[in-house]
C-alpha cells in the first residue's frame, strides 16, 4: 500500500470507513452525566474539556503526568466479564475521544459541601492534608479510585504506593498518609468511633493503633462549625457498599446505558485536519493501517502525548487501538505467556501475580523480575494506562523492560496489513534511536514471554534519581542459565542487557561469551568488570552526563547479580562456598515498610481560637475542588490567551524579529515587543535593571523578547512558535567559578561583616588548627504545584487596569503593570484570592509576566491571560540561589572554633532581583549557631547569563548555614570527633553579641538540643548503626543531628510593616482583609484566629476572602515567614480599635451575642470598620559600618536523622527523622506542625534529591545556557514514599516569644534548613563505606546528594575503574 498516492489513499481509506460502517457519535458520562461529543475535539484532552466545560476541580500541574494534579477516576464496562473496571488516570494526558464509552468521575462528581463531603474529602481536610490545596483533588481522586477499585479495603502499603504518582510541594505528605490510613480497614466503626487516647493524650489512629491526627479530637471539637456542616449530611461509608458496580446514595454507579451500549467503529476529527478513528477489529486496524501507514497507533498515550504537548511533534491520522481485542491477549500457552501489545501495565501486573502463584518460581523467574520491575514502572495513573507495546515501539533508551524482554529471550509477533506474521527476537528488534525493526505496514501484535527453567534466574536493575516514578538512569536485564557439568555448576547460558547506556539497549556480548561454559566464581568477577566496560562504553559527552556513575552502575549491578544468583545456588546448596553473611547486603531488596508519624505538642489556648489546631479555613473548599484559582476564575468575554516569545540564546544581540508567519496562524490576535510598552519597560523589585521584553541584546535563554496573544492557549503558543529572531551570539557566564575568573559581579553587591581580628589570629598562635575548603550549594526549583498565572483585563477602555494573579506580592504586580503602562498606582488593581504554593517563587518573578500580559491587554483593550506551561516556568522564573563559599577556620584541639574567614558568592542570573537581600542573609547565618569571636565574611552576587535567580523559603539562610555545618563537620574529621560533639561545644548562648552586631536574646538552642539528643536517643542510635554498619558490607547507615536558628523580619527596615481592614457587620460577622497572600501556609486561619480570639467570637464567624491592592495598600510580599506576626498584629490593632469604640455600648447593655452588640453599635451609629496597622519595633541594621539589630527574635530548632544507602548504587532512603522547634505559643499547632514536615520535606528535596542541570561547562551535553531538567520528568522533587518512614516532631514546651503575638514564633522557613540532617546523615553512611576501603579523611559531598553523589563517594574497586578517589560529581551552581 505504500506505493499508493495520498489521493488515492484517500479514496481507499474513505471506502473502507464507510462500508464497515464508521460511526462519529461520542457519549461519555461525566459524573453521572450524559455528554455527547462533539466531532472536531480530536486534539483534546480529557482535562482540556473537563476544565472546558466548567469541572475545574482537576487541576493543570505539568501536563506531562508527573504531577497527578490531574487525576480522574475512569470507570469502563467489561462485556466479558460483566464488570465495570475502575481506575485513576492523568487526564492531562488522555485524548479526549480514547474515553468514549466510559464513565468520568471528577473530585466534583464524589462530593462537595452542599451534598455533602465524601469520606475522602472529609479525612484529608480534617488531617490538615491540605495546605495550597492545588495537589488536593488529584489526591482525593487516587484515594478515591483505589477504593473503588478494590473489592477488598486496601493495605496501608497499597495506599501509599497507590500515591506514588501525586506530589504535594506543602505538607509533607504524612497528614495525607494519617488521612487515608483510615480506609485500610473495614471496620465500620471507624466513621463513628471516637478515636482513642494514648499516655501522652495523642489521638491514636482506630485503624492503626499508631498516633496520627486524622481524628484527632481536639480538631473535631474546635472546628465544630465546619466538621458538622458535612457530618450532618452524609453517613458512614462502608467498604462493602464500595465494590465497584453496587449502586448506593454516595456512590455515582456505572451509567446503565453504557453498560448496554454496542460500541462502534469511531472516525473524528480535530483541529488543523486532525483525525481520530477507534477500529474494534483487528481487520479494521489493518485496513487503516495500509491507508494510512504513518497513522500514529495510540494506546494510553504516556509517550505521544508528551511528544506532541513539548516536542511539537504533530501527528495528522491518530488510531486508538485500545479496543483490538486481538491486542489484549494475556494467554498462559505451553512455552510461555502471550502478551498482546496493547495490555495496559496494570493489567500485566495483575495477571502476572496469579502466574507466579500457579506456575512456581522455577518458571517464572523473568515474570518476577518483569513484575518488580513494573513497581518503580510510573506512578499508578501512568500504569493503569500505558501499553506494554506503546513501551516496546517508543524504543526509548530508558525503557525499564525492553532490557528484559531482551534478556529473557522474549519474542515479538509482527503482523502487517496484508496479514502476514512474522517473529522476531527482542534482541534484534531494537536498530537504533528509536528505530525499530518495524515496517510502516507492520504493528505489534503481541510479545511471547518464554517460561524460564531450573536453575534460570532471572534479575531486574534500575537506578533513578527518584525510586518511584521516574525514569532510569541506568537499568537492565540479566538471565543466566546454571547446569552441572562434570560435578561443576557452569553458566550453560547468559544474557546481560544494558537500558540508559547508549541509543538502544546494549547486550553485553564480550561478557555473555566470556562467562559461558565458566564455574560461576567469584575469581571470574575481576575480568568480567574488564569486559562489561569494554561492552559498554560510554563516552565522555555521552548524553545525560553522569559517565563515571553510569559506568560504575553497569558492574554494580553485575556485582549485584553475580551475588544473587550464588547466593541462590547456596540456598539450593548447589555451591560449596559460603557466601560472606555481610555481602548479602548487597542483594537485599528495598522494600518500605509503612510510614509512622508522631506530633507533639502542647496547645495553649487563648480566647475563642487562638491556640487550637484548627483545620485550613479553605480545607472543605480545597478537597471538593470548589476553591478558585487564578486559572479557575471565569474569564470574561473576548479574553485572549497569551504566549511568550523567549530568547533561545544565553546571551546575544538580537538581529531581526519575524513575526510574518505568526501574524498567519490561526486566531493570531498581536505580537507585542519592547517598542510597544506604553510606560517604562526597564522594572526590577530593588534596582530596574530588566526589561520586560530584550529590546537589543538577550542575557539569558528564557529571557522574554515578545508575547503574543491570540483565541486560545495553543494558538498562541503555535503562533509565538513560528516568531523567527535572529541572533548574533556573544561570549556568555555560565556559573559562579567563571563569573569570579570573569570579575562579572552585579554592581554594588560587595558586602562585609567583621567581629574580632580574624587575621591577626590566624597569624597568632592561638589556633592549634587551621582548615581550609570550598563548599558548593545547588540551587533549587520552587516546583510550586500551580504555575504562573494573572487573568488581566481593561476597565473603563484601559483607564484602569484589573488583574487576578497568583503572587505572592498583589503590589508588586500593581507597581510593574503601573509602571508599564504609565498608568497611576490608583488605578491599577491587582486582587489574590489564594495561590497553589509560592515558596518565594512568586514574590517577584510572578510581577514581569503581568506587566507583559498587561500590555497586550492595554493595547488592545481586551482581556488577556497568561498560564504558563510547567517547562516555560520552571526555566524562565529564577531558582534558589546556588552558591559558593570559601572557608578558612581556625580552631583548638580541644574543639573550640577561634576564627573563621569566609568568602561567599551567589549566582544572582541575568538580574539582581532579591539576590543581594538573599546573599545578605546567608552572612548572617554563616555562623548558624556557633559561637564564634573572629569572624569575618565577605559576599558578592554573581552576575551570570542565567535568569534571575529569586527568593526561596529560607532566602539565603540554608545556604549560609549548610556551608556552616560543612566546615564545622569538616572540623570533626581532622579532631577525629562527632560532628554533633564539636557543634554542641560551640553553641551560642543568652547574650553574646553576634557578628553583626545584635544582641542574642532569649535562645533556647540548648533546650531545643538537649530535647532532640534524648528524643532520639542519639547515643543508642550511633551504637544501632555502628553494629548494623560492621555486618553489612554493601549497606551502610549514617546519622546525624543538625541545630539551626532562623532570624525573623525582613532584613530591609521599611518592609516590616502591616496594613489590615476588619469590618464588622450587623449579623455578628467579621470580614478581614489584610496585607497577605494565602499560599497554603494557613496565614489567613492563624490571623482569623487572632480576630476571632480578640472579639471572643468563634472562628467561624471571621471571613477573610482575598487580598487586594485597593483593600490594604503598599503591602509588603507575603514573605520572610513573618507575615502571621504582621498581618496578626495589625489585625489585632483594628480589632481593639472596634473594640474599643463598641465599650460604651456593650457596657451598657446585656447584649446576648455578639451580634446582638452589633447591631445595636450600628443603630447607635458606631463605626464597625476600623484599619489596622503594625511595624515591627527595635530593628534595623546599617551595611555602612555592618552592625545592628536586623532581627525581632530568631527561631530556634533541630533535627536528627538517620538512613540508610546502597553503597553500589547510591540508592537511599531515611529511616528516621525527629525534630524539635520552638515556636513559642503557637497559635495553630497544626498549622504549624503541617509547615515544619512540609518545609522538611521540600529541604530533603534541596539536600538529597533535586538537582538542576544546566548547560554550562560541567553539562556540554546540553545546549549552553539551557535547563535541562524542567519538568517533573526530569526534575524530581520528594514524592509519598520519600519521606521518613518514622517522622516524629515536637514543638518545646513552656517557652512563650515575648515578642511576638501572643507569644508565638514564625515557622515558614525556620524548619527548612533541619532537612540538612539527612544530607549529613548520608554522609555519614558514606564516611562508613569509606572507612571499609581505608579511606578516613575528610572528603565533600554536595548537595543534593544524589545517587550518582553517593555511589562515587563510596569509592571502591568498581569506581576506581572509572574516577579518582577524589572525584567529585558535577554540579550546576
Ligand atoms: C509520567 C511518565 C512516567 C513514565 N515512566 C516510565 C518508566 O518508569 N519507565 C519506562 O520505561 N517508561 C516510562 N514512561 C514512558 C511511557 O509511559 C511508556 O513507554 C509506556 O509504556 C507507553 O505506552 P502507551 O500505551 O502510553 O504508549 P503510546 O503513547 O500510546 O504509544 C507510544 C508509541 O508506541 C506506538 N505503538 C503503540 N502500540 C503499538 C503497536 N501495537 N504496534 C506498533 N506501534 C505501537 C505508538 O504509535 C507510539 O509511537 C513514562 C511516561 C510518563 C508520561
Ligand atoms: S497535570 Fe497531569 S500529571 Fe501533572
Ligand atoms: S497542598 Fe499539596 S501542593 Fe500544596
Wanted: with cysteine; net charge negative; charged share 20%.
Amino acid at each position: 500500500m505504500g506505493s499508493l498516492t495520498a489521493a488515492a489513499e484517500e479514496g481507499t481509506a474513505a471506502t473502507a470507513i464507510a462500508a464497515e460502517d464508521w460511526s462519529a457519535e461520542a457519549v461519555i458520562y461525566v459524573n453521572g452525566v450524559r455528554r455527547v461529543l462533539p466531532d472536531g475535539l480530536a486534539h483534546l484532552t480529557l482535562l482540556q474539556y473537563l476544565r472546558d466545560i466548567g469541572l475545574r476541580g482537576t487541576k493543570l500541574g505539568c501536563g506531562e503526568g508527573g504531577c497527578g494534579a490531574c487525576t480522574v477516576m475512569v470507570s469502563c464496562y467489561d462485556q466479558i466479564t460483566k464488570k465495570s473496571e475502575h481506575f485513576a488516570i492523568n487526564a492531562c494526558l488522555a485524548p479526549l475521544y480514547s474515553l468514549e464509552g466510559m464513565h468520568i468521575i471528577t473530585v466534583e462528581g464524589i462530593g462537595d459541601r452542599q451534598r455533602g463531603l465524601h469520606p475522602v474529602q472529609e479525612c484529608l481536610a480534617k488531617a490538615h492534608g491540605s495546605q495550597c490545596g492545588f495537589c488536593t483533588p488529584g489526591f482525593v481522586m487516587s484515594m478515591y479510585a483505589l477504593l473503588r477499585s478494590s473489592k477488598d479495603p486496601p493495605t496501608e502499603e497499597q495506599i501509599e504506593d497507590s500515591l506514588a504518582g501525586n506530589l504535594c510541594r506543602c505538607t509533607g505528605y504524612r497528614p495525607i498518609i494519617d488521612a487515608f490510613r483510615v480506609f485500610a480497614k473495614t471496620d465500620d466503626s471507624l466513621y463513628t468511633d471516637s478515636p482513642s487516647e494514648n499516655a501522652n493524650g495523642q489521638a491514636i489512629c482506630p485503624s492503626t493503633g499508631k498516633p496520627c491526627s486524622c481524628r484527632n479530637e481536639t480538631d473535631v471539637s474546635t472546628n465544630e462549625s465546619l466538621l458538622l456542616s458535612s457530618a450532618k449530611i452524609y453517613l458512614p461509608c462502608s467498604y462493602n457498599e464500595i465494590d465497584g458496580n453496587a449502586y448506593n446514595e454516595k456512590e455515582l454507579i456505572f451509567p446503565p446505558e453504557l453498560q448496554l451500549r454496542k460500541f462502534m467503529p469511531l472516525k473524528l476529527n480535530g483541529f488543523n485536519g486532525i483525525r481520530w478513528y477507534r477500529p474494534l477489529k483487528l481487520q479494521q486496524l489493518l485496513h487503516l493501517k495500509s491507508c494510512y501507514p504513518d497513522a500514529k497507533l495510540i494506546i494510553g498515550n504516556s509517550e505521544v502525548g508528551v511528544e506532541t504537548k513539548f516536542k511539537n511533534a504533530q501527528y495528522k491520522v491518530m488510531v486508538s487501538v485500545s479496543h483490538v481485542p486481538e491486542l489484549h491477549t494475556l494467554k498462559v500457552e505451553e512455552d510461555g505467556l502471550r502478551i498482546g501489545s496493547a495490555v495496559r501495565l496494570a493489567r500485566l501486573q495483575n495477571f502476572l501475580k496469579k502466574v507466579i502463584i500457579e506456575r512456581g518460581s522455577d518458571e517464572t523467574s523473568s515474570c518476577q523480575a518483569i513484575l518488580r520491575q513494573l513497581k518503580w514502572f510510573a506512578g499508578t495513573q501512568i500504569r493503569n494506562v500505558a501499553s506494554v507495546g506503546g513501551n516496546i515501539c517508543t524504543a526509548s533508551p530508558i525503557s525499564d523492560l525492553n532490557p528484559l524482554w531482551m534478556a529473557t529471550g522474549a519474542k515479538f509477533q509482527i503482523i502487517d496489513v496484508n496479514n502476514n506474521v512474522r517473529i522476531t527476537a527482542a534482541k534484534d528488534f531494537f536498530l537504533g534511536y528509536r528505530k525499530i525493526d518495524l515496517k510502516p505496514d507492520e504493528l505489534l501484535l503481541s510479545v511471547m514471554l518464554p517460561w524460564t527453567r531450573q536453575f534460570e534466574y532471572v534479575k531486574e536493575f534500575k537506578q533513578a534519581h527518584r525510586r518511584e516514578d521516574d525514569i532510569a538512569l541506568v537499568n537492565a536485564g540479566m538471565r543466566v542459565h546454571i547446569r552441572e557439568a562434570e560435578g561443576k555448576w557452569i553458566v550453560s547460558d547468559v544474557s546481560i542487557v544494558y537500558g540508559g547506556v547508549a541509543a538502544v539497549p546494549l547486550t553485553a556480548t564480550k561478557t555473555e561469551n566470556f562467562l559461558t561454559g565458566k564455574k560461576l566464581d567469584s575469581g571470574l568477577l575481576d575480568e568480567t568488570f574488564g569486559l562489561l566496560k569494554e561492552d559498554i562504553p560510554l563516552a565522555e559527552n555521552a548524553p545525560g552526563g553522569m559517565v563515571e556513575f553510569r559506568s560504575s552502575l553497569t558492574l554494580s549491578f553485575f556485582f549485584k547479580f553475580f551475588l544473587y544468583v550464588t547466593h541462590e545456588m547456596n540456598i539450593k546448596g548447589l555451591l560449596k562456598d559460603e557466601m560472606h553473611a555481610a555481602n548479602l547486603s548487597a542483594i537485599q531488596s528495598y522494600t518500605r515498610p509503612v510510614t509512622v508519624g508522631t506530633q507533639d505538642y502542647e496547645s495553649v489556648r487563648q480566647g475563642t481560637a487562638v491556640g487550637q489546631p484548627m483545620i485550613h479555613m479553605s480545607a472543605m473548599l480545597q478537597v471538593t475542588g470548589e476553591a478558585e484559582y487564578t486559572d479557575d476564575t471565569p474569564t470574561p468575554p473576548n479574553t485572549l490567551h497569551a504566549a511568550l516569545v523567549l530568547s533561545k540564546k544565553p546571551h546575544a544581540r538580537i538581529l531581526s524579529i519575524d513575526d510574518s508567519l505568526a501574524k498567519s496562524s490561526p486566531g493570531f490576535a498581536g505580537l507585542f515587543l519592547s517598542k510597544d510598552v506604553p510606560g517604562a519597560n526597564h522594572t526590577g523589585p530593588i534596582i530596574h535593571d530588566e526589561e520586560i521584553f530584550a529590546s537589543d541584546i538577550v542575557t539569558c535563554v528564557g529571557q522574554i523578547i515578545g508575547i503574543v496573544v491570540a483565541d486560545t492557549h495553543d494558538n498562541a503558543k503555535a503562533a509565538a512558535n513560528k516568531v523567527n529572531i535572529e541572533y548574533s551570539e556573544l561570549p556568555a557566564i555560565l556559573s559562579i567559578e567563571e563569573a569570579i575568573k570573569a570579575g562579572s559581579f552585579h554592581p554594588n553587591t560587595n558586602r562585609c561583616l567583621e567581629k574580632g581580628d580574624v587575621g591577626e589570629c590566624f597569624l597568632s598562635n592561638t589556633c592549634d588548627k587551621i582548615i581550609e575548603g570550598e563548599v558548593q550549594v545547588g540551587g533549587q526549583e520552587h516546583f510550586y504545584m500551580e504555575p504562573q498565572c494573572t487573568l488581566v483585563w481593561p476597565v473603563d477602555s484601559g483607564n484602569e487596569i484589573h488583574m487576578i494573579s497568583s503572587t505572592q506580592a498583589p503590589q508588586k504586580h500593581q507597581k510593574y503593570v503601573a509602571y508599564a503602562l504609565g498608568l497611576p498606582l490608583s488605578k491599577v488593581v491587582c486582587k489574590t484570592k489564594r495561590i497553589g504554593g509560592g515558596f518565594g517563587g512568586k514574590e517577584t518573578r510572578s510581577a514581569i509576566f503581568a506587566a507583559a500580559a498587561s500590555v497586550a491587554s492595554y493595547c488592545l483593550r481586551r482581556p488577556v491571560k497568561i498560564v504558563l506551561d510547567r517547562d516555560i516556568d520552571m526555566m524562565t522564573t529564577g531558582q534558589r540561589h546556588s552558591f559558593l563559599a570559601k572557608y578558612k577556620v581556625g580552631f583548638t584541639n580541644g574543639g573550640k572554633i577561634v576564627a573563621l574567614d569566609l568568602e561567599i558568592y551567589n549566582n544572582g542570573g541575568n538580574s539582581l532581583d532579591l539576590s543581594l537581600s538573599v546573599l545578605e542573609r546567608a552572612m548572617f547565618s554563616s555562623d548558624n549557631v556557633y559561637d564564634i569571636s573572629n569572624i569575618r565574611v565577605s559576599g558578592q552576587v554573581c552576575f551570570t547569563n542565567f535568569p534571575s535567580n529569586t527568593a526561596f523559603r529560607g532566602f539565603g539562610g540554608p545556604q549560609g548555614m549548610l556551608i556552616a555545618e560543612n566546615w564545622i563537620q569538616h572540623m570533626a574529621t581532622e579532631l577525629k570527633r562527632s560532628p554533633e560533639e564539636i557543634k554542641e561545644l560551640n553553641f551560642q548562648s543568652e547574650g553574646i553579641v553576634l557578628h553583626y552586631g545584635q544582641l542574642l536574646q532569649n535562645c533556647t538552642i540548648h533546650s531545643v538540643w538537649d530535647e532532640l539528643k534524648a528524643s532520639c536517643n542519639f547515643v543508642e542510635a550511633r551504637k544501632d548503626v555502628n553494629s548494623f554498619n560492621g555486618n553489612n558490607r554493601w549497606r551502610k547507615r549514617g546519622i546525624a543531628m543538625v541545630p539551626t536558628k532562623f532570624g525573623i523580619s525582613f532584613t530591609a527596615k521599611f518592609m516590616n510593616q502591616a496594613g489590615a481592614l476588619v469590618q464588622v457587620y450587623t449579623d455578628g460577622t467579621v470580614l478581614v482583609t489584610h496585607g497577605g497572600v494565602e499560599m497554603g501556609q494557613g496565614l489567613h486561619t492563624k490571623v482569623a484566629q487572632v480576630a476571632a480570639s480578640s472579639f471572643s467570637i468563634p472562628l467561624s464567624s471571621v471571613f477573610i476572602s482575598e487580598t487586594s491592592t485597593d483593600k490594604v495598600p503598599n503591602a509588603s510580599p507575603t514573605a520572610a515567614s513573618a507575615s502571621s506576626d504582621l498581618y496578626g498584629a495589625a489585625v489585632l490593632d483594628a480589632c481593639q480599635q472596634i473594640k474599643a469604640r463598641m465599650e460604651p455600648i456593650a457596657s451598657r447593655g446585656n447584649h446576648k451575642s455578639f451580634a446582638e452588640l452589633a447591631q445595636a453599635c450600628y443603630m447607635e451609629r458606631v463605626d464597625l470598620s476600623a484599619h489596622g496597622f503594625y511595624i515591627t519595633p527595635d530593628i534595623g541594621f546599617d551595611w555602612m559600618v555592618g552592625k545592628g539589630t536586623p532581627f525581632n527574635y530568631f527561631t530556634y530548632g533541630s533535627a536528627f536523622a538517620e538512613v540508610e544507602i546502597d553503597t553500589l548504587t547510591g540508592d537511599f532512603h531515611t529511616r528516621t527523622a525527629d525534630i524539635v522547634m520552638d515556636l513559642g505559643y503557637s497559635i495553630n499547632p497544626a498549622i504549624d506542625i503541617g509547615q515544619i514536615e512540609g518545609a522538611f520535606i521540600q529541604g530533603l528535596g534541596w539536600a538529597a534529591m533535586e538537582e538542576l542541570k544546566w548547560g554550562d561547562d560541567n553539562h556540554k551535553w546540553i545546549r549552553p545556557g539551557h535547563l535541562f531538567t524542567c519538568g517533573p520528568g526530569s526534575y524530581k522533587i520528594p514524592s509519598v514514599n520519600d519521606i521518613p518512614l518514622k517522622f516524629k516532631v515536637s514543638l518545646l514546651k513552656g517557652v512563650p516569644n515575648p515578642k511576638a503575638i501572643h507569644s508565638s514564633k514564625a515557622v515558614g522557613e525556620p524548619p527548612f534548613f533541619l532537612a540538612s540532617a539527612v544530607l549529613f546523615a548520608i554522609k555519614d553512611a558514606i564516611a562508613a563505606a569509606r572507612a571499609e576501603e581505608g579511606h578516613v579523611d575528610w572528603f565533600p559531598l554536595d548537595n543534593p546528594a544524589t545517587p550518582e553523589r553517593i555511589r562515587m563517594a563510596c569509592v571502591d574497586s568498581i569506581t576506581k575503574k572509572f574516577a579518582s578517589v577524589y572525584y567529585r560529581p558535577k554540579l550546576s551552581i
